[in-house]
């Protein structure tokens, strides 16, 4: 089975510009997450998406950040505009169902804004 | 969620066991202990999960005495490819998925 994709795997943009991150989830996963490590920092908690629903969205910084999940495939979350503090390390999860179910996570995108 | 206390560092040899002991002294009742590797540039793995007593599957342990306050990652006899850096997380059920990473325990396997 493949696992979760992320695309791009580095990507180095100016302050100001914009972003969007892909994130191919494991066939038939309906949970799909977004966490990230900001530099220095920990792992933390973004969103999360149950199908194409956000079931939380919670750890979401400020409203530079969309994320979308159409047809509850893949999801693209965008960063509009981008900031020196968003770069950083974002990684997609997903998994079969919530509760004790672990999750699998891809390499992740290391986002370097200048 | 619990809050999680671990070494943050260890060092080992190749072939030994090692013991990676994870404090979470305000575990809740529905809460599950997980762990998770992570290698550099590479996303967190999953590892063993447990809620109380002893779990093992193909690759660790996981200790868990009767307070729960605690838990104990066992490998046994690591090789060099288990450097990495290994995470406890301690949640409930119904928001397992919101999981809070601490600094993790970075372990060295040396030859």
């Known amino acids: 089975e493949a696992g979760v994709t992320q695309f791009p795997s580095h990507s180095v943009i100016e302050k100001g510009q914009t972003v969007t991150l892909r994130c191919d989830p494991i066939s038939g996963h309906d949970n799909l997450y977004w966490y990230r490590r900001v530099m220095g920092k920990e792992i933390k908690f973004l969103l999360h998406?149950?199908?194409?629903?956000?079931?939380?969205e919670s750890g979401m910084p400020n409203n530079r950040f969309l994320a979308e999940r159409t047809g509850g495939t893949y999801s693209t979350l965008k960063v509009q505009p981008a900031e020196l503090e968003d770069s950083g390390v974002y990684f997609c999860a997903s998994s079969p169902r919530q509760g004790s179910s672990p999750l699998h996570f891809g390499n992740g995108t290391r986002l370097t804004v200048t | 969620l619990a809050k999680t206390t671990q070494p943050i560092s260890m060092d080992s040899y190749e072939g030994q066991e090692v013991n990676i002991t994870c404090s979470h002294n305000?575990?809740?009742?529905?809460?599950?202990i997980t762990w998770y590797q992570q290698f550099p540039s590479q996303g967190p793995r999953f590892i063993i999960q447990?809620?109380?007593t002893k779990v093992t599957n193909e690759v660790a342990s996981l200790f868990i005495p009767a307070d729960r306050k605690s838990s104990t990652l066992s490998l046994p006899r690591v090789s060099l490819s288990d450097t990495a850096v290994y995470y406890c997380?301690?949640?409930?059920?119904?928001?397992?998925?919101?999981?809070?990473f601490g600094s993790g325990t970075r372990l060295l396997v040396r030859p």
């Open positions: 447990g809620y109380k």
């Open positions: 997380l301690v949640g409930d059920v119904d928001s397992s998925y919101k999981l809070i």
């Open positions: 998406f149950v199908k194409e629903s956000k079931q939380d």
């Open positions: 305000n575990i809740a009742t529905n809460d599950y």
